[in-house]
């Protein structure tokens, strides 16, 4: 039933645009024959001594609420895989909380950071939420546009072109969701500089870093970052454990001192089961991940290969997570009338790029997380339908 709203609300939420996914919906209503390429939500199950861990614990019958900032014990074990894997040193208890999921770690540091009027800048196509919670601060994203013939790496004299005395912090993630890039250390030493010199924050999401074909580098480890930057990461995409809920962000000690109250009043504490599940996660032995990233890797060098071979279709190699971002402005300019051809016409669920922002006009972002059979059986189709209309 619609209404007519007539609570006053705060303008700057009202300002966060409707997401227009529910077109894509519902052109998908009432359809059992679709392939999906679309989701971000893989089909794969848990590592299994991540599920038994999470039996045993159910067994014994409690869901009290932890610590506020996330177990001792998880935040110890965080810290200690950041200081190998990313290189990254954080304090376990001045400098690391566990929350839910990346996407409450991002919403608590942009709260916390960002004042009415200030500017965020995001290169774009980008993450939807990095915009979102840039307006529902009552900041102003600046977008900094990433070009297919750069291979979607960034400029940094446009990222420095777009500061003014009002720039706040960049905010990004590497490997990139949607562009399916990984940026190399020189792009990442060269956004460090920009940083430095004009004194920004950096938000870095690295929610994807297992699943690069070369770990990134990660901003805080860079020389003078650690002060400036804020690393996000989490289990949702590394574990399969999405609805699980558990993620976490380091950043330096006063700021994170300010970060805690914000998550407090978000979330009070991360969610006991997925904190649980997060403990097992990082004991799980190589033998249950090493097939996960390596299915994943087969399917995006897979789609990635399709996709570069359909004609009049343009698409920059992906260096790991889960997407491709190709362009099809050839074939039809506005990607949500695309994507709802593809529905219609062709029976394959995609995202239209530009609900990754105005600058993914003309692309598409296709994804591995469906069943094989699904990816196999939706680049099928799209080859179908884009080579009955090339030729
Ligand atoms: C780039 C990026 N960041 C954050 C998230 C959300 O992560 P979480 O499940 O940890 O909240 C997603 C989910 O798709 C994502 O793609």
């Known amino acids: 039933m619609h209404q007519t709203n007539t609570v006053r609300l705060n303008p700057n939420v009202a300002s966060i645009p409707a997401s227009e996914r529910e077109i894509i919906w519902s052109a998908m209503e009432g ?3 679709l392939a999906n390429l679309a989701s971000g ?15 045993d614990y159910l067994q014994e019958g409690h869901a009290r609420y932890s610590a506020y900032y996330g177990f001792d014990a998880l935040r110890d074990q965080i810290a200690a895989k950041m200081m190998t894997d990313w290189g990254v040193a954080a ?13 409450e770690g991002l919403y608590i540091v942009m709260r916390t950071i960002l004042q009415p009027g200030d500017e965020v800048i995001i290169p774009s196509p980008h993450y939807g939420t990095y915009y979102q919670n840039t307006l529902a601060c009552g900041a102003k994203p600046v977008l900094v546009p990433l070009k297919e013939s750069e291979g979607f790496l960034p400029d940094p004299e446009k990222i420095a072109a777009a500061v003014t005395p009002k720039s706040r912090a960049i905010v990004f993630c590497n490997p ?10 020189a792009s990442l030493e060269a956004i460090a500089d920009v940083a430095i010199r004009h004194n920004l924050l950096v938000l870095v999401d690295e929610i994807y870093r297992d699943y690069a074909d070369l770990p990134p580098v990660s901003m805080a480890s860079l020389p003078e970052m650690g002060s400036r930057t804020f690393s996000f990461g989490g289990f949702s995409k590394s574990h399969i454990m999405m609805g699980l809920r558990i993620g976490f962000v380091t950043g330096p000690a006063p700021t ?6 914000m998550h407090y009043c978000v979330a009070l504490c991360p969610s006991i089961l997925g904190q649980i599940a997060a403990q097992a996660a990082l004991n799980c032995p ?11 890797k087969e399917m995006l060098g897979f789609l990635y290969e ?3 071979r359909l004609p009049g279709v343009s698409c920059v190699p992906p260096g790991g997570g889960f997407y491709v971002f190709p362009n099809f402005s050839e074939i039809e300019a506005d990607s949500m009338a695309l994507a709802v051809r593809l529905i219609e016409e062709a029976g394959v669920v995609t995202l239209p790029g530009s609900e990754f922002g105005q600058l993914g006009q003309g692309y598409l972002r296709l994804s591995v997380c469906a069943v094989e059979a699904d990816v196999r059986e939706g680049l099928h189709r799209l080859e179908s339908f884009v080579t009955a209309r090339v030729r």
């Open 91 to 103: 304090h376990p208890r001045d400098e690391l909380i566990v929350t839910n999921g990346v996407q």
């Open 176 to 185: 990139n969701n949607p562009l399916g890039v990984v940026w190399p250390q």
């Open 31 to 33: 359809r059992d024959d």
């Open 306 to 308: 399709g996709v570069a």
């Open 41 to 55: 939500n893989p089909e794969l199950a848990m590592p299994p001594s991540v599920v038994s861990r999470m039996q």
């Open 256 to 261: 994170m001192t300010e970060v805690k109250k």
């Open 286 to 296: 190589e033998e249950e991940l090493a097939p996960v990233r390596r299915h994943f």
